[in-house]
């Protein structure tokens, strides 16, 4: 493929950061031209406002293909009549979903949906294949399926050059955040909802520590409620609920293996486990997290309760490392990786396989390096790269742009991991 200009939007977010530079360091190896522009100061500057002005609005940088991680909900980027700003300067662009893309749609007025669901030029690539089906049934004419991936040149396996690891050996970690506040969280989610005590009482069952639910457990059970509430009403209602669910769903997955010793990175919330756990304090996305990885004999993953279908960055990055890893279930594991992560079905199952692979390296060893041989087989942000503009060369207009060889030399920018 000829050489491409390829505009993205930074955002903010946990994974956001790390999947947009994952995507734009692929795409400069493969000698494209990228750059990343932040919607914030582009909005302010008025950069991204309706005009046929193409060196003003991208100063200088005349994109082939623009690439969002999901889509910006702010009003400055729609035209009067919806049309979102890419469209309307004749800009083919591609979606990122890595989430429920629901809740972000129902951001945006019913105009605005519309018009991005009938763009000729918007590609929605979506990591999940539940919502992949929801999108295509609610009316969006191009979707495609694009996992996560990881990037080998941040994780690899420990005794590579390229990098030293770490002394300390720890039997079971789990790298993710939990809410400072559950209770608080509860609360806010009551008083919320409180014109509908059903649907609290329903949420309190499903979120006490007591309980024992699974993420997929909660993920079926939310997804229920959708019967009972008009669309924009659960896409809100899932906003307030995904949070503490998640915050639930992890404590009490931690929590079951109390037998073990269990080392936990994230905010300070994990303190309220109190003995159950030991917290290590927030560990910085890159070699510090490479180095968890690789010094851990079981790497725990619990996939957050909004992927129904989906996988989570942490199974990529950890198997590229060559560590085992232990996840809930999830279709997409399969499809993915086949037999090479072994997954669990309920609390008891956790319990049973944790016990089982601490006192079996040479297993451990194996699942690991068959995982690490389909993530950089098929699972690198360089495949995923190719796959991105082979999807959008075969379904967008790629775009000529209005004065050629604007933006050659402009330089690139590319956000450094954090």
Not at 95 to 110: R, T
Not at 244 to 252: C, S, W
Not at 370 to 382: F, N
């Amino acid at each position: 493929m000829a050489e491409l200009r390829i505009l993205f939007f930074a955002c903010s977010g946990a994974a956001a950061p790390a999947v947009i530079a994952g995507f734009a360091r692929a795409l400069e190896r493969a000698g494209h031209t990228v750059k990343v522009a932040d919607p914030a100061v582009a909005a302010e500057e008025k950069l991204f406002r309706a005009s046929n002005d193409l060196a003003q609005l991208l100063e200088g940088f005349d994109p082939h293909l623009a690439v969002l991680y999901a889509v910006p909900r702010a009003p400055h980027f729609y035209d009067a009549d919806g049309l979102f700003c890419l469209d309307v300067l004749s800009i083919p662009y591609v979606c990122l979903w890595y989430d429920n893309p629901f809740v972000y749609l129902q951001e945006l007025s019913p105009v605005q949906r519309e018009k991005l669901k009938n763009s000729p030029r918007a590609l929605q690539c979506c990591s999940d294949t539940f919502y992949i089906e929801e999108l295509r049934k609610n009316g969006f004419r191009q979707v495609e399926y694009l996992p996560l991936a990881a990037d080998p040149e941040l994780f690899f396996p420990e005794g590579d050059v390229r990098g030293p690891g770490i002394s300390e050996s720890m039997e079971i970690s789990f790298v993710g955040s939990i809410d400072d506040d559950p209770e608080r969280l509860r609360q806010q989610r009551r008083k919320r909802w409180e014109k509908f005590p059903i649907l609290n009482k329903t949420i309190d069952e499903m979120t006490g520590l007591s309980n024992g639910q699974s993420s997929l457990d909660m993920a079926h059970k939310i997804s229920r409620l959708q019967e009972h509430l008009p669309g924009d009403v659960f896409a809100v209602f899932c906003r307030t609920v995904y949070e503490e669910a998640a915050t639930f769903v992890r404590m009490q997955t931690v929590g079951a293996l109390q037998e073990w010793p269990v080392a936990v990175y994230g905010g300070p919330g994990w303190q309220r486990l109190g003995q159950r756990v030991q917290w290590r304090g927030v560990v910085p996305y890159g070699e510090a997290l490479r180095a968890v990885y690789c010094a851990t004999r079981i790497n725990l993953n619990i996939t957050s309760p909004q992927l129904r279908g989906g996988i989570t960055q942490r199974l990529f990055d950890a198997s590229a490392c060559g560590a085992f890893v232990l996840s809930d279930y999830r279709q997409d594991v399969r499809q993915l990786f086949g037999e090479a992560i072994v997954t669990y079905d309920d609390f008891a199952d956790l319990r049973k396989k944790t016990a089982y692979f601490l006192t079996r390296a040479s297993e451990r060893h194996a699942y690991a390096q068959q995982a690490r041989e389909k993530v950089m087989s098929r699972h690198t942000y360089a495949a995923r790269a190719q796959a991105l503009l082979a999807a959008a060369a075969s379904i967008l207009p790629l775009r000529e742009p209005v004065r050629r060889g604007a933006g050659n030399g402009a330089g690139t920018s590319v956000p450094q991991q954090h």
